[in-house]
């Protein structure tokens, strides 16, 4: 990353965490190093008007930073700023838009537009925040923001943001899901071929290596952050069944579930279990729950996933999934078609009568396999015979003619 030449930016985060501030200081930033009437022309500062209510016409932070911006309550109403001119826009409160804008950051990528933005990816109630799974699928760049949790005498990164009376405060995970362990949640994704499995095998011989040198007793069953319990789709046995195997050889057990019980009645008797590790969730039956729920009793879970399947649509649970983490690591590969930008797509593809053809849009979603039906490619050469037309495309062709 950065993909050339149009991405997406996501700067998201709890209450208090910065996300303004940030935004205002990379408008700054640009403004300070280019001229005005070429700023004007190429970058669009938008905001949506519920994002600070206080402050009309301006982005603005906790501490007291704003900038001029357009206010915009819908799509439709941003995409009517938008010029052939367009090379940037800064768009704050992105959670707050309709469900029309994840088709129109699609599109504005699509004519190498750069994107930057600003988010809340949960609600107070800890649910995903409007249509931020979707935008959070399509985003290139993650930038998580950490708040300082309020709780008297704590002062812990505050990943979440709870109401109090009549305002919102930021809270750590360990004070927000009220654990004695401090639960922690880390996304690796990317297209095949990325190396997602690799991070999870290094992760978990990491700690074995660790409790090699520092070997621990569990006589009481006391739950041990080194201790781990790695869980793969029962139905993936490309490479082994009880294994977790990279696509270069690599390997670490693990235990192969069909249902998230498993998994629960695994952990109640093993309570000396203190990290817990799923490779591909995607192919997972409901796993957001169970993600939910492992946080709530505390447990560290690192997660290998697809976040788009081979449509480059969300793949299953997994857009939910990356809104309650507080890492994301974004991989790519190499694009085996252009072999010029970097792949954060993923290809599926038939063969006939000895031709690689892409895949239907209407084929199974569910298909496991490697090289033989998979290749990894940039966003540019993706393509998906019978795939719905995105709606904004012509509408954003028409401005660059016009």
Same mark, same amino acid.
């Given at each position: &990353?950065?993909?050339? =030449?149009?991405?997406? +930016?996501?700067?998201?985060?709890?209450?208090?965490?910065?996300?303004?501030?940030?935004?205002?200081?990379?408008?700054?930033?640009?403004?300070?190093?280019?001229?005005?009437? %070429?700023?004007? %022309?190429?970058?669009?500062?938008?905001?949506?008007?519920?994002?600070?209510?206080?402050?009309?016409?301006?982005?603005?932070?906790?501490?007291?930073?704003?900038?001029? !911006?357009?206010?915009?309550?819908?799509?439709? /109403?941003?995409?009517?700023?938008? $010029?052939?001119? $367009?090379?940037?826009?800064?768009?704050?409160?992105?959670?707050?838009?309709?469900? /029309?804008?994840?088709?129109?950051?699609?599109?504005?990528?699509?004519?190498?537009?750069?994107?930057?933005? $600003?988010?809340?990816?949960?609600?107070?109630?800890?649910?995903?925040? @409007?249509? &931020? =799974?979707?935008?959070?699928?399509?985003?290139?760049?993650?930038?998580?923001?950490?708040?300082?949790?309020?709780?008297?005498?704590? *002062?812990?990164? !505050?990943?979440?943001?709870?109401?109090?009376?009549?305002?919102?405060?930021?809270?750590?995970?360990?004070?927000?899901?009220?654990?004695?362990? $401090?639960?922690?949640?880390?996304?690796?994704?990317?297209? &095949?071929?990325?190396?997602?499995?690799?991070?999870?095998?290094?992760?978990?011989?990491?700690?074995?290596?660790?409790?090699?040198?520092?070997?621990?007793? @569990?006589?009481?069953?006391? &739950?041990?952050?080194?201790?781990?319990?790695?869980?793969?789709?029962? +139905?993936?046995?490309?490479? /082994?069944?009880? %294994?977790?195997?990279?696509?270069?050889?690599?390997?670490?057990?693990?235990?192969?579930?069909?249902?998230?019980?498993?998994?629960?009645?695994?952990?109640?008797?093993?309570?000396?279990?203190?990290?817990? *590790?799923?490779?591909?969730?995607?192919?997972?039956?409901?796993?957001?729950?169970?993600?939910?729920?492992?946080?709530?009793?505390?447990?560290?879970?690192?997660?290998?996933?697809?976040?788009?399947?081979?449509?480059?649509?969300?793949?299953?649970?997994?857009?939910?999934?990356?809104?309650? !983490?507080?890492?994301?690591?974004?991989?790519?590969?190499?694009?085996?078609?252009?072999?010029?930008?970097?792949?954060?797509?993923?290809?599926?593809?038939?063969?006939?009568?000895?031709?690689?053809?892409?895949?239907?849009?209407?084929? =199974?979603?569910?298909?496991?396999?490697?090289?033989?039906?998979?290749?990894?490619?940039?966003?540019?050469?993706?393509?998906?015979?019978?795939?719905?037309?995105?709606?904004?495309?012509?509408?954003?062709?028409?401005?660059?003619? @016009?």
């Amino acid at each position: &990353m950065p993909l050339n =030449p149009g991405w997406i +930016e996501l700067i998201y985060g709890c209450v208090k965490s910065g996300k303004s501030r940030a935004l205002i200081d990379k408008i700054n930033s640009i403004k300070n190093a280019i001229d005005e009437e %070429k700023f004007e %022309k190429e970058f669009l500062v938008v905001k949506h008007p519920l994002d600070d209510k206080e402050t009309q016409g301006k982005i603005s932070s906790f501490d007291g930073k704003n900038i001029d !911006a357009i206010e915009c309550e819908t799509a439709k /109403d941003l995409v009517e700023h938008v $010029t052939k001119h $367009t090379k940037f826009i800064f768009l704050s409160g992105v959670h707050l838009f309709d469900r /029309d804008i994840v088709p129109l950051l699609k599109a504005l990528v699509d004519i190498n537009v750069i994107i930057v933005t $600003t988010g809340i990816n949960l609600t107070a109630k800890g649910e995903p925040y @409007n249509y &931020m =799974p979707q935008i959070m699928t399509i985003t290139d760049v993650y930038d998580i923001r950490a708040g300082e949790c309020f709780t008297s005498g704590c *002062g812990e990164n !505050a990943y979440r943001s709870i109401k109090v009376n009549d305002h919102f405060e930021p809270r750590c995970m360990k004070c927000y899901y009220k654990t004695e362990k $401090t639960p922690d949640l880390v996304v690796v994704t990317g297209p &095949m071929f990325s190396q997602k499995t690799l991070e999870l095998i290094a992760k978990t011989k990491e700690k074995e290596r660790k409790l090699e040198l520092n070997p621990v007793k @569990n006589e009481d069953g006391f &739950m041990n952050k080194d201790i781990s319990a790695i869980f793969k789709w029962s +139905e993936d046995k490309r490479y /082994d069944l009880e %294994k977790i195997v990279s696509h270069d050889g690599n390997s670490i057990n693990a235990i192969p579930i069909e249902s998230n019980s498993q998994v629960i009645n695994y952990l109640k008797i093993n309570k000396q279990v203190g990290f817990v *590790g799923f490779d591909e969730i995607q192919f997972f039956k409901d796993p957001y729950p169970l993600i939910k729920e492992l946080l709530e009793r505390g447990y560290p879970i690192y997660i290998t996933c697809l976040k788009e399947d081979f449509r480059g649509e969300g793949f299953g649970d997994v857009p939910k999934i990356l809104t309650l !983490a507080n890492i994301i690591i974004s991989k790519e590969a190499y694009c085996t078609r252009c072999q010029k930008q970097p792949a954060t797509k993923t290809q599926r593809f038939i063969i006939k009568n000895g031709i690689k053809t892409p895949a239907n849009y209407n084929d =199974p979603v569910i298909l496991v396999g490697g090289k033989e039906s998979y290749t990894s490619v940039c966003r540019s050469c993706h393509w998906v015979p019978e795939k719905s037309e995105n709606k904004y495309d012509n509408i954003l062709k028409l401005k660059q003619i @016009n």
